[in-house]
T-cell receptor, first 114, second 112 residues
């Protein structure tokens, strides 16, 4: 069953704590992405990775960090430096030219920081 | 600066009617234009997509119309159903980098 999994679905943290969101894909995609979605808002790019051991900052990378040690995994850490971390976080992956770069999303993780 | 501009922000359509959502872009380097459907609390699902060498693509009740010279593309949902009520996002992919730019979304409500 191919797809993207994100865990956990809901996450609650106290202010000042770092938290790591998991993202795994078995689609054999090279590129992976993290987006943030706030109520009534579009998707804003946090980080993306084209290949293993390489990643680039998106529009709102401040207060976040990522790693890409394996093709299948792209975890996102929300650090205490992120001023407003409560949001819905979406992980995605996309294929190559053969699959017309189709991008697929995971089910999302809703993070609440109090 | 919003790379992809989407309108309207919200749309109410009667069951059986046609829903039309529009998007515009400026960057001529975009080479792939997908539409996504998102239900509350779920991740966006790829609905239909088009490349700039095609002017129209149809899949079931969903059609993308693409106007390369005007740098505009639109989603048409024919025979709209209450189950189509969701938020729709257009997007565009950069040709040089495998990066996607999203519109701000349209909340569609189909009234029975």
């Amino acid at each position: 069953d191919g797809g993207i999994t994100q865990s956990p679905k809901y996450l609650f943290r106290k202010e000042g704590q770092n938290v790591t969101l998991s993202c795994e894909q078995n689609l054999n995609h090279d590129a992976m992405y993290w987006y943030r979605q706030d109520p009534g808002q579009g998707l804003r790019l946090i980080y993306y990775s084209q290949i293993v051991n390489d990643f680039q900052k998106g529009d709102i990378a401040e207060g976040y960090s990522v790693s890409r040690e394996k093709k299948e995994s792209f975890p996102l850490t929300v650090t205490s430096a992120q001023k407003n971390p409560t949001a819905f976080y979406l992980c995605a992956s996309s294929g190559d030219r053969r699959s017309y770069y189709e991008q697929y999303f995971g089910p999302g993780t809703r993070l609440t920081v109090t | 600066q919003q790379q992809v501009k989407q309108s309207p922000q919200s749309l109410i359509v009667q069951k059986g009617g046609i829903s039309i959502i529009n998007c515009a872009y400026e960057n001529t380097a975009f080479d792939y234009f997908p539409w996504y459907q998102q239900f509350p609390g779920k991740g966006p699902a790829l609905l239909i997509a088009i490349r700039p060498d095609v002017s129209e693509k149809k899949e079931g009740r969903f059609t993308i119309s693409f106007n390369k010279s005007a740098k505009q593309f639109s989603l048409h949902i024919m025979d709209s159903q209450p189950g189509d009520s969701a938020t729709y996002f257009c997007a565009a992919k950069s040709g040089a980098r495998n990066q996607f730019y999203f519109g701000t979304g349209t909340s569609l409500t189909v009234i029975p």
